[in-house]
């Protein structure tokens, strides 16, 4: 797994594994996802799919053009596609939420989450006896979600702000009340508590995402990961807006290490 940025300004995720690659969302404009990528030393065009989570711009704005550009297989729910913000591709595949999908050496399983769009979903993959998890954007978590997202090796999961930092902000007070809300955005302590319910026994790599820029710290996660578990910090890797995160593997322990970040 490699993250070419996270945030509210553009996310983008590539899983690789034997032959396959795919991409998570691509909130990001055809040049700068092609910046982005070639950082990582990848080829847009080996990619077997972009597979996209919901129709929120910072997710999906830069699917079409690029999907065009290399000729990529598009998957998205039918509300996705429905909601008219992801169109012009020249292949679309269409699901329901929480279908498992077979794309390359991966199996997926799509998994519906509460967020505030038309069919959003979330991403489980599996190959051969590795499970990475993409969560982010959700504003609570249901069972479903939980029992999804069990038993990772890699789990990239939103910690999207602190409440008090929120609470005293400069958004107004309906953007407040939608991030913090249930169909928004997960807060720290929210993702801290569903890290607790989790079968954490195989993570290997834990990928702090979707990390607001003005409500929240690293500080406050790095508190919230320490009350839970001192250890999940040696796991830790940050998919900050303007670099993402370098490829990880669920073989090695800690190839990664983020440097040192102001807070956000």
């Known amino acids: 797994m490699a993250s070419l940025g996270s945030g509210s300004r553009g996310n983008a995720t590539l899983l690789q594994a034997d032959e ?25 065009s080996d990619l077997d799919a ?13 699917v079409a053009a690029l999907a065009r550009h290399c000729d990529i297989p598009v998957y998205l729910t ?19 939420g929480d279908t498992q999908l077979h794309i390359g050496a991966f199996k ?46 890699l789990l990239l999961l939103e910690f999207n702000h602190d409440r008090r930092l929120l609470a005293d902000g400069p958004y107004p007070i309906s953007l407040k009340r939608r991030v913090g809300g249930d169909w928004g955005h997960l807060s720290n302590t929210q993702a801290a508590e569903f890290l ?47 670099d993402g995160f370098d490829w990880i593997e669920p073989s090695v322990r800690k190839p990664f290490e983020g440097r040192h970040l102001e807070p956000i």
Not at 91 to 96: C, K, L, P, S, Y
Not at 116 to 137: H, I, K, N, S
């Open 20 to 44: 396959s690659c795919v991409l998570v969302d691509c909130g990001f404009s055809l040049r700068e996802i092609q910046r982005r990528a070639a950082q990582r030393d990848f080829d847009l």
């Open 78 to 96: 039918h509300g996705t596609l429905a909601s008219g913000r992801v169109s012009n591709c020249p292949q679309v595949r269409t699901f329901n």
């Open 196 to 242: 607790a319910q989790l079968n954490l026994s195989r993570l290997k790599h834990l990928a702090i995402a979707h990390i607001s820029e003005k409500n929240n710290s690293r500080e406050s996660v790095e508190t919230q990961l320490r009350e839970l578990d001192p250890a999940l910090l040696d796991k830790t890797v940050w998919a900050t807006q303007a």
């Open 108 to 153: 997926v399983q799509a998994v519906t989450v509460p967020h505030d769009a038309r069919e959003p979903v979330q991403y489980c993959f599996e190959y051969a006896d590795q499970r990475a998890g993409v969560l982010t954007d959700l504003g609570s978590v249901t069972s479903h979600v939980r029992n999804a997202f069990d038993d990772c090796d």
């Open 50 to 62: 972009i597979l996209v989570t919901h129709e929120h711009s910072d997710h999906s704005s830069g």
